[in-house]
């Protein structure tokens, strides 16, 4: 798990921001596990760890759901224009095209007013496709949230490890190397990992993000020419397979 890789490069990183007597207390714990390194950056891991395995999650279900092949199938549109040609859509057709796919939702709704004129087959279509679009975005926006507060909760780290070295500071001295280097690691591990999240999550965010925006202009293409196929003159390229 990248989140767990990350808590392993933090201990190298540390012992290369720690330098002089801050690192001493650290020098016989080299051989620290990731666990260990976990519980030492303080209670915002906990929340950073959650927030690395909700990125995980949603990226891994959008990467399976947002699938081209199956929200847009390439044969679709030559296959209701073959129906309507031979005259063979009707009821039993057109519930078998709602639930075929993403794109079969808006065409069955836009052939399902068809009859109303263009304008009302376009709004149907563009009611549809709110729909399916606010479905393709389900959880795209909790990334974007995650990418935005993980870097935040490292900030809070970060501000809570300087707060206890300097309470170290004013109770025990500058002297107390225990307490420069516990703050110092916990301001260190909470903003280091703060980023670890925050970076994938971004990266998936924006990718997600594209994806759905390239499937949506090629859902908006092929509804376009279902509905200028059956109310415009011009001639309309329909593939017939």
Not at 8 to 30: D, F, T, W
């Amino acid at each position: 798990m990248a989140f767990l890789y990350a808590c392993g490069m933090l201990r190298r990183i540390s012992r290369l921001a720690c330098l002089g007597l801050v690192c001493e207390p650290l020098k016989n714990k080299r051989k620290s596990s990731v666990i260990e390194i976990f519980l030492a950056g303080g209670v915002l891991m906990w929340p950073l760890l959650a927030c690395s395995l909700i990125v995980l999650a949603i990226s891994a279900e959008r990467y399976w759901t947002l699938n081209p092949a199956k929200i847009v199938p390439k044969t679709l549109l030559a296959q209701v224009w073959t129906w309507i040609k031979n005259n063979q859509l009707d009821a039993t057709k057109l519930r078998e095209l709602k639930q075929s796919s993403p794109l079969g939702y808006i065409l069955s709704a836009g052939l399902s007013n068809s009859k109303h004129g263009r304008d009302i087959m376009k709004d149907s279509v563009q009611e549809a496709a709110n729909k399916v679009i606010h479905d393709l975005e389900r959880y795209i926006s909790t990334l974007g949230t995650i990418a935005n507060i993980a870097p935040l909760l490292g900030l809070l780290g970060t501000v809570l490890g300087m707060i206890e070295i300097f309470n170290g500071i004013m109770l025990e001295g500058a002297g107390n190397t225990n307490v420069l280097a516990g703050g110092i690691s916990i301001a260190l591990y909470t903003t280091v990992a703060g980023l670890v999240v925050a970076i994938p999550a971004t990266i998936a965010h924006k990718y997600f993000q594209r994806r759905i925006d390239s499937i949506v202009v090629t859902m908006e293409e092929e509804a376009i020419k279902l509905i200028d196929a059956l109310h415009s003159e011009r001639r309309v390229d329909v593939k017939v397979v």
